[in-house]
């Protein structure tokens, strides 16, 4: 079996890989029956596909660092929701959306990845600048001072942080007072920031930060464990486009 040793973050430009990904699936399937049968579901065809290209990429590069053992295993899922395979010696993480996949790999210790793209978010402006204070707390980065940037920063910290955590974003959200009960009580922004930053304080050898994939997208990774200070200069890659570039580089 192939052992990763360090954090890997891939990127995936879907328009430009999209073909190359469902050549390679249909070659040499990798996509568990679950994935197939997920992906039949979706009706809209464009979507379909790159539902199917991000998921493949996955594959692929969960391959690429354990090698063909876990071929076409079901994703599992841990009581919170985390998704893992059962004896696969990594860590994962995907976020989608529209036309950009984010993959994260790690060998010791959760990883969290998550990727938006730019668009409008309609919600209420309490909400907001709790979400942007909170994700202001997660990291000594500075958040854009452009109200939607900075929101999506913000937001795609939170998620990567939640996914790393395993507990899911609805939890950390409820826990740090943005939902729920809390979610009633006023609160200032420097409260929120330093209920953020606590929670990663707490988590063991935890850090987040944002990652930068062009104009318009909004990235971040959290780390949980010993991968964190690895994790910290894991450059981004981005996933080769043609089909002959992608097997020579992940195979």
Do not use: Y
């Amino acid at each position: 079996m192939k052992v990763l040793s360090e954090v890997e973050l891939w990127a995936v430009d879907l328009a430009a890989c999209r073909d190359a990904l469902l050549d390679v699936e249909r070659r040499v399937p990798r996509l568990s029956v679950a994935d197939r049968e997920r992906a039949a579901s979706i009706t809209d065809g464009d979507v379909r596909n790159e539902w199917q290209a991000a998921h493949v990429a996955l594959r692929i590069i969960i391959e690429h660092a354990c090698g063909e053992a876990f071929r076409g295993v079901t994703l599992a899922r841990e009581d919170r929701g985390k998704p893992f395979i059962e004896g696969a010696p990594i860590s994962f993480s995907l976020s989608h959306a529209p036309g950009l996949a984010l993959i994260g790999i790690s060998p010791d210790g959760a990883i969290g990845v998550d990727v938006e793209c730019e668009r409008v978010v309609r919600i209420g402006a309490e909400r907001r600048a709790r979400i942007c204070a909170a994700g202001a707390g997660l990291t000594t980065a500075s958040l854009a001072r452009d109200g939607g940037d900075g929101f999506l920063q913000a937001w795609v910290r939170l998620e990567a942080f939640a996914k790393a955590d395993g507990c899911g974003i609805g939890r950390v959200l409820s826990r740090l007072g943005i939902v729920g009960a809390g979610g009633r009580e006023p609160v200032e922004a420097e409260v929120m920031q330093a209920r953020a930053a606590s929670i990663v304080a707490e988590a063991p050898r935890a850090d987040v930060r944002d990652l930068q994939l062009g104009t318009g997208r909004f990235a971040a990774v959290a780390c949980r464990g010993p991968a964190c200070e690895a994790a910290r200069a894991a450059p981004v890659r981005w996933l080769p486009s043609d089909v002959k570039q992608l097997e020579q580089a992940m195979f």
